[in-house]
Nanobody, 124 residues
Framework: QVQLVESGGGLVQAGGSLRLSCAASGRAFRNYAMGWFRQAPGKEREFVAAISWSGSSTLYADSVKGRFTISRDNSKNTVYLQMNSLKPEDTAVYYC?????????????????WGQGTQVTVSS
């Protein structure tokens, strides 16, 4: 069992930056692939970024490629999402998720554990 707690969300102006963190419980964290997803009001939840168990492989949605960076620190049981050049369309609740199979994937239903989410609001 893994519990995930996101933090770092907030209100930022367009062009600004935020860093989200996701702290995980459990010794098995280093074996899990981790993902970030987001859900904007009135829209379905969508993939943002994912990272393999070792950090050697990452995936990004086209909409965030070149602006967002996912990373992890297995010694701290934490995964990060550095978000730069933020746009109003990045406004959403951001969720982190854990996948026991350590390969990164964009598919939501392949992630078994989810956090409660953190709100990111980008003003124009």
């Amino acid at each position: 069992q893994v519990q995930l707690v996101e933090s770092g969300g907030g209100l930022v102006q367009a062009g600004g930056s935020l860093r989200l963190s996701c702290a995980a419980s459990g010794r098995a964290f280093r074996n899990y692939a981790m993902g970030w997803f987001r859900q904007a009001p009135g829209k379905e939840r969508e993939f943002v970024a994912a990272i393999s168990w070792s950090g050697s492989s990452t995936l990004y949605a086209d909409s965030v490629k070149g602006r967002f960076t996912i990373s992890r620190d297995n010694s701290k049981n934490t995964v990060y999402l550095q978000m730069n050049s933020l746009k109003p369309e990045d406004t959403a609740v951001y969720y982190c998720a854990a996948r026991p199979m350590g390969i990164a994937t964009m598919t939501q239903n392949e992630y078994d554990y989810w956090g409660q989410g953190t709100q990111v609001t980008v003003s124009s």
